[in-house]
């Protein structure tokens, strides 16, 4: 099928899906990503995650993805109005009528289709199962990326208890705020009453289901990981995808085991793919996701690629700290289709863009728009220039539905007032981090050097 072809089938969807309601998303009903380090849950990973209160999970452990806070976002999204917290996808849409938001993308997704006419007339207060799950067991990581979290790493929650909060305004640093929001996440030898209710549900949830993604923290630090995987191999079900994200640069052993975990489950007919995430390179890329060896993460990429059949899918999170070598990384996605792309169809290298908003004092809209423009009609014109193949004997090349959402990145940096209210707490922000992690940001960004003394006196 080509790109034309898929573009046009989406715009199809589109229009049914609003004739539902202009607020009508399944993802609500049919996607799920369960936190069970600290019992909390949404159905994508734009509106903030939601506390599954304990007696809910006690009286029916199906509550894990069927909260009563959920049934009544579900109730509203069938009537019209819009969920606040799904305000992301409000954004592109109001951007013009032609932009696909990701409304668009997940209910129009194989994953989803086929349940649109049930999802569309069903009771928005009764229990239903998932087609696409994803179960985070633990905070267990070995990376502390600049815009991370405590409840989400366990090698950040290390630095806020040596060291304490951060000095910004805004993000997830202060344990008092997630002990009482109730984020503060299970220790590794607590007993976990959500992980308990997840291993209860699982098996009845599992015949549903048509995607399983695994995530953390990192996957492949938590034995409920392993012991998934292989409760997969022991009861497989032909035509499941099974997804596990990994940061990529774990310990050998771990990667090892992860690529023997993939081929085992493909010989038992279950199709395994991987998610890592990144979005600069080199330097710049390390100083932001603390942890990173930029080369191990190229070879590791490589290895599965080699060593398996599975996709590598990248996800990236653009924020002001990639925005320099944010097309020097595409470059090296495109570099990996060269190698292992060997059709239009099949794209072992897919890639999806994200633009990051929490914490505000990182996101890409805190510099002038007039600065952004120039940048974002270089990534633009960039992109274009791949969207047909490079060679002949090469599948390499960039998607139309990648391109909409560069498209929609570029036009949110080309459009967007800057957070000027923010910059004081970037500077504050950086100069801690420096300190904490032993990193130099002037010169590992010299683009940037002259904001940390033109923001330092940034009114907030």
Known sequence: ???????????????????????????????????????????????????????????????????????????????????????????????????????????????????????????????????????????????????????????????????????????SHNLDYLEKSGKMPYKNREHNPYVEAFWKWFPDALPHLKVLRITGGEPTMSKDTWKLLDYLIENPRKGLDVAINTNGCVEDKLINKLIEKINALAEVGVKVDVYTSLESTGLQAEYARDGLDYIKWLENVDKLLKETKSTVAIMTTVNILSLPTFIDFIMTVIDFRKEYNTSFEWNRIPMSINTMHWPPHLQLTMLDKEDRMPQADTIEKFCEAWLKYYKKDKYARIYLEEFDQIQRLCDYMRTTEPAVEHRADFVRYIQAYDKRRNKNFAETFPQYTHLLEEWNGEKT
């Open 1 to 171: 099928m080509s790109n034309e072809q898929r573009i046009k089938i989406l715009e199809e969807k589109r229009e049914k899906i609003n004739n539902v309601s202009c607020s009508f998303c399944t993802a609500k009903w049919l996607q799920t990503t369960l936190m069970l380090q600290n019992g909390y849950n949404h159905s994508c990973h734009h509106p903030a995650p939601h506390k599954i209160p304990l007696k809910e999970i006690e009286a029916d452990p199906a509550a894990l993805h069927n909260s009563q806070y959920k049934k009544e976002q579900r109730l509203k999204m069938l009537t019209g109005e819009r969920p606040s917290e799904c305000s992301y996808c409000w954004k592109i849409e109001d951007l013009g009528k032609d932009y696909f938001s990701d409304r668009h993308y997940k209910t129009a997704d194989t994953w989803a289709w086929d349940r649109f006419d049930e999802i569309a007339h069903s009771d928005p207060g009764e229990n239903v199962y998932p087609s696409y799950l994803e179960v985070s067991f633990s905070n267990a990581c070995n990376f502390a990326c600049a815009y991370c979290s405590p409840e989400i790493s366990s090698k950040w929650m290390e630095d806020i208890k040596q060291n304490g909060e951060y000095p910004t305004k805004h993000g």
